[in-house]
C-alpha cells in the first residue's frame, strides 16, 4: 500500500489576521497553500486534509450578532458545519482546478465530519476557547448579558467570548474516510476539529455548543485511518523552546521522547503549540512514524527532511 498522510492546515493559513477575510482572498490564499502541497501528489501519497475554521467561525458568529434582529440565530456546531462546508469547497475546487492543471487523475471530496467527545469532559463546564471578535470589556459583558456569552479577558482591555474546547474521542464515518483515502480519492475531512457531538440519554447524537482542536482530531484521524505521518501546517517555520526570548531554540529533528519531555515541562502554550504537541505524541504513539510542524512555505524543504521540527518513533 502506498504511504498515508494526513496534512491539517491552520485557519489563518487560508484567512491570515491581518487581512479583511473575503472570499477572494481566501480563495487566493487556499490556491498558494495547495501549491505548496503539490509534492505530496508528486509523490504519490494517499492523502486526507484537514484545516482550522478559527477566523472563519468567528465571522459567522459576528454575522449572526450583526443580523440577530431580523434572521434567526444558529448555535455553534451548526456554524462549524457551515465552515466545514464552505472551507471544504474552498480547498477541493482549487485542488481540483491545479490537478486538472497538471493533468492528474485523483477525485477530491469533502466530508462534513462529526466527532464525538465526551459530554462529561470537565472543559463543558469550564470554558476557555477564545472565540469571535475583540470587544472593551463594557461592550463584552453588554453581549454577553445580550447572548447568554461567558467572557475572559484575553489580553489587557480585549475582551472575547469562550466557550468549551472538549478532547475529541471518536471520529464518525472513519471506516469511509480510510476506504477513501486508501483508493487514492484526496478527501477533506474534520474541518474545524469536527462538529462536536455527543451521544445522549436516548442514545442519540446530539450537537454541542462548543469546538474542537483540529490538531488534536488530526491525530485522531490519522489513527483512524493508519496514516504513517501527520504534518501539522502553522505560521511558524519550527517549533521552539523558550519561544520569544533571547534563550530560543529552534527544535529541528528530535525523538518521541525528547518530545514528551518539552510537552511535560510546559515548555509550549496551551493555546498555541500544546495541543500540537499533544496531538503529536497521540500520533506517534498510536501507528504514526513520524510528525512535521512547519509553515506552508517550508513544507517543500520539510520533506526532504532539511525543514522543519521532525518528531519521528526512530
Same mark, same amino acid.
Given at each position: 500500500?502506498?504511504?498515508?498522510?494526513?496534512?491539517?492546515? $491552520?485557519?489563518?493559513?487560508?484567512?491570515? +489576521?491581518?487581512?479583511?477575510?473575503?472570499?477572494?482572498q481566501?480563495?487566493?490564499?487556499?490556491?498558494?497553500?495547495?501549491?505548496?502541497?503539490?509534492?505530496?501528489?508528486?509523490?504519490?501519497?494517499?492523502?486526507?486534509?484537514?484545516?482550522?475554521?478559527?477566523?472563519?467561525? @468567528?465571522?459567522?458568529?459576528?454575522?449572526?450578532?450583526?443580523?440577530?434582529?431580523? /434572521?434567526?440565530?444558529?448555535?455553534?456546531?451548526?456554524?462549524?458545519?457551515?465552515?466545514? $462546508?464552505?472551507?471544504?469547497?474552498?480547498?477541493?475546487?482549487?485542488?481540483?482546478?491545479?490537478? !486538472?492543471?497538471k493533468?492528474?487523475?485523483?477525485?477530491?471530496?469533502t466530508?462534513?465530519?462529526?466527532?464525538?467527545?465526551?459530554?462529561?469532559?470537565?472543559?463543558?463546564?469550564?470554558?476557555?476557547?477564545?472565540?469571535?471578535q475583540?470587544?472593551?470589556?463594557?461592550?463584552?459583558?453588554?453581549?454577553?448579558?445580550? =447572548?447568554?456569552? +461567558? /467572557?475572559?479577558?484575553?489580553? +489587557?482591555?480585549?475582551?472575547?467570548?469562550?466557550?468549551?474546547?472538549?478532547?475529541?474521542?471518536?471520529?464518525?464515518?472513519?471506516?469511509?474516510?480510510?476506504?477513501?483515502?486508501?483508493?487514492?480519492?484526496?478527501?477533506?475531512?474534520?474541518?474545524?476539529?469536527?462538529?462536536?457531538?455527543?451521544?445522549?440519554?436516548?442514545?442519540?447524537?446530539?450537537?454541542?455548543?462548543?469546538?474542537?482542536?483540529?490538531?488534536?482530531?488530526?491525530?485522531?484521524?490519522?489513527?483512524?485511518? !493508519?496514516?504513517?505521518?501527520?504534518?501539522i501546517?502553522?505560521?511558524?517555520?519550527?517549533?521552539?523552546l523558550? =519561544?520569544?526570548?533571547?534563550?530560543?531554540?529552534?527544535?529541528?529533528?528530535?525523538?518521541?521522547?525528547?518530545?514528551?519531555?518539552?510537552?511535560?515541562? @510546559?515548555?509550549?502554550?496551551?493555546?498555541?503549540m @500544546?495541543?500540537?504537541?499533544?496531538?503529536?505524541?497521540?500520533?506517534?504513539?498510536?501507528?504514526?512514524? +513520524?510528525?512535521?510542524?512547519?509553515?506552508?512555505?517550508?513544507?517543500?524543504?520539510?520533506?526532504?527532511?532539511?525543514?522543519?521540527?521532525?518528531?519521528?518513533?526512530?
Amino acid at each position: 500500500m502506498k504511504k498515508s498522510v494526513i496534512i491539517a492546515l $491552520g485557519g489563518n493559513a487560508l484567512s491570515p +489576521k491581518q487581512e479583511a477575510g473575503t472570499i477572494n482572498q481566501q480563495f487566493a490564499h487556499t490556491r498558494d497553500s495547495l501549491n505548496a502541497l503539490m509534492d505530496f501528489i508528486s509523490l504519490d501519497y494517499n492523502i486526507c486534509l484537514t484545516h482550522g475554521n478559527g477566523p472563519q467561525v @468567528g465571522n459567522e458568529l459576528y454575522r449572526m450578532q450583526l443580523t440577530h434582529n431580523l /434572521i434567526p440565530s444558529l448555535p455553534l456546531g451548526v456554524c462549524v458545519a457551515e465552515t466545514q $462546508g464552505s472551507i471544504g469547497y474552498m480547498i477541493q475546487q482549487s485542488l481540483q482546478n491545479l490537478l !486538472k492543471q497538471k493533468s492528474i487523475d485523483r477525485e477530491v471530496v469533502t466530508l462534513i465530519t462529526q466527532t464525538i467527545v465526551d459530554i462529561d469532559d470537565p472543559s463543558i463546564n469550564n470554558p476557555k476557547k477564545f472565540i469571535g471578535q475583540v470587544y472593551k470589556e463594557n461592550e463584552a459583558k453588554a453581549l454577553a448579558e445580550k =447572548f447568554g456569552w +461567558k /467572557i475572559k479577558e484575553q489580553n +489587557k482591555n480585549e475582551w472575547r467570548q469562550v466557550v468549551s474546547s472538549p478532547l475529541p474521542k471518536f471520529i464518525e464515518h472513519g471506516r469511509s474516510i480510510e476506504t477513501l483515502v486508501n483508493n487514492g480519492i484526496i478527501v477533506i475531512a474534520s474541518g474545524g476539529g469536527g462538529i462536536p457531538t455527543y451521544w445522549n440519554k436516548n442514545n442519540q447524537l446530539e450537537g454541542l455548543d462548543a469546538v474542537i482542536d483540529k490538531d488534536l482530531s488530526a491525530g485522531l484521524l490519522g489513527r483512524v485511518i !493508519k496514516a504513517k505521518e501527520l504534518w501539522i501546517i502553522t505560521d511558524v517555520d519550527f517549533a521552539c523552546l523558550n =519561544f520569544g526570548e533571547k534563550t530560543e531554540k529552534k527544535l529541528k529533528k528530535i525523538s518521541f521522547l525528547e518530545a514528551k519531555k518539552y510537552y511535560e515541562e @510546559g515548555h509550549f502554550q496551551a493555546g498555541s503549540m @500544546g495541543p500540537k504537541f499533544q496531538a503529536a505524541l497521540y500520533f506517534l504513539k498510536h501507528h504514526g512514524e +513520524k510528525v512535521i510542524i512547519t509553515s506552508i512555505d517550508g513544507v517543500k524543504k520539510a520533506i526532504n527532511g532539511e525543514y522543519g521540527t521532525i518528531i519521528s518513533n526512530n
